[in-house]
């Protein structure tokens, strides 16, 4: 990606959670529900049918046009959730159809690619209304990972805001489970809350709750009245970044804001500043930090007056953060500054008894949402809910529920209505004697749950992957697969495990 000069992305979305994203031929991920539509306007057929296959498999629905004209015809029918444009297109420049979009009430989030972009360029989509700009190749992996997050950050900025500039239905979701591990997440919320200076680092694997973690420290505590404001450190560039975080002052660079402008910890005065993926900082913007948190004040870039404000800084991440200071890729001095208070979210399969309370929460949420009168699992499929090992933890099990209420008629949700693997040899739920099997490469049954290739691929995969304990290597060599082409699926069929156990697995 071409780095940017900061503060050129005013409106720039920030707010940072998980979402999904629509190209001519709609393709949609059988597990998943569809939550976002995107248009993808370029004129290589390739490249259009990896990122449609990629995004797709991501919960997008995606539609393609490859010229301008196309395009604007999809746009006619529907504004899609975001939109990724070429700089240069068969009838015409990219950049015209972005601004035509910042016009738009419903303005998408916008994203162009270019094959050689030059700073002038990058400046002029961004003041346009791009998002950003990424120099092609793009890997669809990394689009989908940009994408994910402004769109749900776009959703969240469009739903209504109450006096303190926060999303009543968005602020403080319930924790929902009994087990001692949850219950001792509470309790730490609980001490943390009432002592609003206090810094909090938040760690656990991917989709186990931790921005809903942070919310619970900010709502049930002094600042619940002031501003919420959340920041993903992955999904955008080091200038771009810290532009948000800071500000920055007129004139500080070509093409700023005139007036230049608040960052969020400005803008979070009294309130709590969420950094979501903190161990993807820069070495620049972690001293940065630091200094904030040391001092309670800051520069904006270009600046030379010292800010004071009273925030509270929440950091999470996925990572182990102590093995990056040991590694020197994140400073240890600020790792001191933020595990003040360390909180640690339990995966889900640390606590399966909660996984009843929590599909049932889910259940009750999709039916009312949907309008179906879907109201209960059935034993079976209960079984299969407590026997699954959750690598997307409450997340996957959150999508899993929702799809089981959109394809379940009646009031009872069955094992068929739920898209889970049945190769575990400790399942619960035994296979039907009748259903059909394949072999493995180790030469073991692999049932089937139905005879489409995708289902084959995804229980193949699954099976070879427990076989080799999750050696990336031995795994891909098994498949007949590059393991950068393993990687993808894995992450296509929510097979992504803990990211230590997986690096250790490829470098073994």
């Not at 309670?296 to 102590?322: C, H, M, P, Q, Y």
Request: aromatic content about 4%.
């Amino acid at each position: 990606m071409l780095q940017v000069d900061a503060g050129l992305a005013e409106g720039v979305s920030v707010h940072a959670t998980w979402a999904s994203a629509e190209v001519a031929a709609v393709v949609q991920k059988p597990d998943m529900t569809t939550r976002h539509t995107l248009l993808i306007v370029d004129a290589d057929p390739t490249f259009l049918a990896e990122v449609t296959h990629t995004l797709s498999v991501e919960g997008f629905t995606v539609r393609g046009a490859s010229d301008l004209g196309a395009a604007r015809r999809s746009l006619a029918e529907k504004t899609p959730d975001a939109v990724v444009i070429e700089q240069r297109l068969p009838d015409g420049l990219g950049i015209d159809l972005v601004r035509e979009l910042r016009s738009k009430a419903d303005a998408p989030v916008v994203i162009m690619t270019a094959m050689f972009p030059d700073t002038k360029s990058v400046v002029e989509a961004v003041r346009e209304g791009a998002l950003d700009v990424l120099e092609k190749p793009v890997f669809p992996e990394r689009l989908a990972s940009i994408l994910i997050p402004a769109v749900e950050d776009a959703r969240h900025n469009k739903a209504p805001r109450n006096e303190a500039g926060t999303n009543p239905d968005l602020s403080r979701p319930p924790i929902i489970g009994d087990t001692g591990l949850i219950a001792a997440v509470r309790d730490q919320i609980a001490r943390v809350a009432n002592t609003p200076s206090t810094t909090v680092l938040i760690q656990g694997e991917s989709g186990t709750g931790k921005e809903l973690v942070a919310r619970a420290v900010h709502f049930d505590g002094k600042r619940a009245k002031r501003p919420f404001m959340a920041i993903n450190c992955a999904a955008l560039n080091e200038n771009i970044l810290e532009a948000e975080l800071f500000g920055y002052e007129r004139g500080s660079f070509t093409g700023a804001n005139a007036n230049g402008k608040q960052g969020l910890l400005e803008s979070a005065d009294g309130g709590s500043v969420f950094l979501d993926e903190i161990g993807e900082m820069s070495p620049g913007l972690q001293a940065k930090l630091l200094r904030f948190l040391q001092e309670s004040s800051f520069k904006r870039v270009g600046g030379v007056k010292d800010i004071r404000v009273d925030v509270r800084i929440i950091a999470a991440t996925n990572r182990e953060l102590w093995d990056d200071v040991k590694r020197g890729s994140f400073r240890k001095d600020l790792f001191f500054r933020l595990n003040v208070m360390p909180i640690r979210v339990p995966a889900l399969r640390e606590r399966r008894e909660d996984v009843k309370a929590l599909a049932d929460h889910f259940l009750r949420r999709f039916a009312i949402d949907l309008r179906k009168q879907v109201s209960v699992f059935s034993p079976d499929a209960m079984r299969m809910l407590e026997a699954h090992d959750w690598p997307g933890n409450v997340r996957e099990l959150r999508n899993t529920c929702e799809y089981a209420v959109i394809v379940c008629d009646g009031t009872t949700v069955e094992p068929r209505h739920l898209a889970l693997p049945e190769t575990r040899a400790d399942l619960s739920v035994t296979v039907s004697a009748s259903a059909p099997v394949a072999a493995s490469p180790s030469g073991s049954l692999l049932p089937l749950r139905d005879r489409s290739l995708r289902s084959v691929e995804e229980d193949l995969i699954r099976l070879v992957l427990a076989e080799t304990k999750f050696n990336i290597s031995r795994a891909s060599r098994q498949l007949g697969i590059n393991r950068s082409t393993l990687y993808a699926k894995m992450k296509a069929y929510g097979l992504e495990t803990d990211e230590a156990m997986v690096g250790a697995a490829a470098v073994g």
